[in-house]
DNA sequence: CATGAATGAGAGTTCATTCAT
DNA sequence: GATGAATGAACTCTCATTCAT
């Protein structure tokens, strides 16, 4: 009936969670044990494994949880407007709120959304799923002339690159999160870039 | 007495960077094991530990080599001139040559220069040293006006951001190393975002 | 309240025997766990322990509910004869149908009557109690003259390597079991063993 | 130059294997860790995987080896006569005398030569090789008339089984194994058998 | 009776490093 | 300089068993 001090249902699975969240960005994935990953969630290292069939798959379903998280949170409230540059800042300023309110989770796409320990099938539906909005966006910006007429592959990555730089700067210095001359430079930068001349 | 067809002095320290390289961008720097370092660099698990104090020491070595070599590459040859767009590309274009005729080099650096396998003082004198012309080169932009007045460590990261997404781009795609459609656009885009408007 | 389809009482202390029987005969004691047991017989992990205290007391109770299936099935319908050679013969025969029609058994029994799975005191108690019948067959006819007058010991090892020999032959050849050249040809190699010359 | 007082070349090699034949044979293959074995070999655990891929490969070798010496010891002095009954009791005799002088390889074959844990290629290639000898004796007993005309494979089975039954009654009876009553009543049992009648 | 999350001791195996030769 | 057998702490993962529900 009551619940006890030190158990909610779920709490242990999130709480392997949790904690392997902040080991593996502290100190890498190879360099966190499963052991420690159990000591610091208060369980046994068989619990762990009872909900990870191994540490790949804790890995895996870490990233995907996080995925789904960020995907919802710059997904709600868009805003809704034929201006592309308005539209794009929009999703640029949501995500850099998001990073800024969840460093770790950041962190962790920083270092693993491209290193080896994701499977590289996971690895690549997150970013195509992620990245999904601003495909569309600059592709229709392109077609309407908004958008430089750059290949779109190297135009992407290029993109891509701005935005990881963006999410690091901010996320070293959360302090210049609510600077909105910094804010607005950040995105000054990309647009400029892409923006038909 | 004599010199065996294939070992002549030095040749064996040599070997094991070469193999250590491949190894560690083709698995990572934990799942290479020092054992299977020696074994492909044809040498005995003893004379790695020889040359080098440990893996640790292997692996900050082999970033210094390939940072020096790097680093002496994009400074040979450079293009005296006062045009500061003129000079940037320079730069830029050098990375990108060198980027491609060295692709495992090059992705060791895409993998390990954000990581903490290398030290951290390894890393940053590393970044400083490479970045080092570029730094220059973009305050001096500033003073004289003709790139963006926007905080420097922003656009520094930014810029940053947008060298290591080209790399990554024509590491990944090096036929298109010799396009000049590519190797323009890559450099425009950064330009666009940087220089003043 | 109702009955499930699929369960009536003791239908799952049954199922987690005869599920066991066949795992421990394809994979062996120590390589089949008790969650895979419990898996395969549709019941929780907790259910197995519910029934049975502990693994060792499951094999057990499963060596002694077979050894008791088969010692039923080789008593029913005895030939009641003095002819030694005849009783013999007929429960030979027996014994051979039994392992043809339940070769899990059978190999069950192959594996495990000489291994140290089972408890020692199992162990020997089954085999005394199987043997029984042909301990005091072999004694009669010794004292009789119609068997050969060798050890007592060693002449009861040499009938049981045998009869181990022909279990085994048909288990591995069932198709043979009603080739009744096999079958006749398989006791009288023990009779020309073991008849008084 | 001179050898130390505990470590001869090649000795740990083989006080790991000494060492898990008399573990494996008292406990069993499973019920044996890996460092026990290495404890009771005064060794690291490490060593142990250095001269041994794995527990299996460990177990296998171990077979091989055990197999050689049989094979050797057997096949030493062989009987050179046409009588099939002189020939086959010299192999008989002298299978008896190994498995008394090695009672601990005895039971290992015993134990393990049907048993799941060693590679099926390897326990039958040496079946094959250590019951080739008597597969050709009896063949051309057959051939010759000298054997009873049973189907040969049948024959072999049962011939195997009463081999076993008589290595295992000396191996449990060494104190018989000078009888020469029962020495040659245990191969009288088996010529009777299958002698052609 | 039945469940299945939780346990933690112990398994097999890896690996950076040492050192006698 | 070069070798590779030896080391043992540390790792990931397994599993028989328990117990609150």
Redesign the pocket.
């Known amino acids: 009936m009551k619940q006890?001090v030190n158990?909610t249902p779920k709490?242990?699975?999130q709480a392997i969670l949790d904690c392997a969240l902040h080991l593996f960005v502290d100190q890498g994935f190879?360099a966190?044990?499963?052991?420690?990953i159990a000591k610091k969630s208060a369980?046994?290292?068989?619990?762990l494994?009872?909900?990870f069939?191994?540490?790949?798959h804790l890995i895996n379903q870490l990233f995907l949880n996080i995925k789904q998280e960020f995907a919802y949170a710059i997904s709600q409230n868009r805003l809704m407007t034929n201006n592309i540059e308005h539209s794009a800042n929009d999703l640029w300023q949501k995500a850099i709120d998001w990073a800024i309110e969840n460093p770790y989770k950041q962190k962790f796409f920083l270092q693993f959304s491209l290193s080896a320990e994701i499977d590289q099938h996971t690895r690549q539906q997150a970013m195509n799923d992620i990245l999904h909005f601003v495909v569309d966006l600059i592709k229709q910006g392109q077609q309407q002339g908004f958008i430089v007429d750059t290949p779109l592959d190297l135009l992407l990555e290029n993109f891509h690159g701005q935005y990881l730089a963006a999410i690091r700067f901010f996320t070293d210095n959360p302090e210049l999160g609510q600077n909105s001359l910094y804010r607005q430079a950040s995105f000054k930068l990309v647009w400029q870039a892409i923006r038909a001349n």
Chains 1, 2, 3, 4 share one sequence.
């Open positions: 006890g158990s709490d242990k699975k190879h966190t044990s499963t052991a420690s369980v046994a290292t068989g619990t494994f009872h909900h069939p191994s540490k790949q």
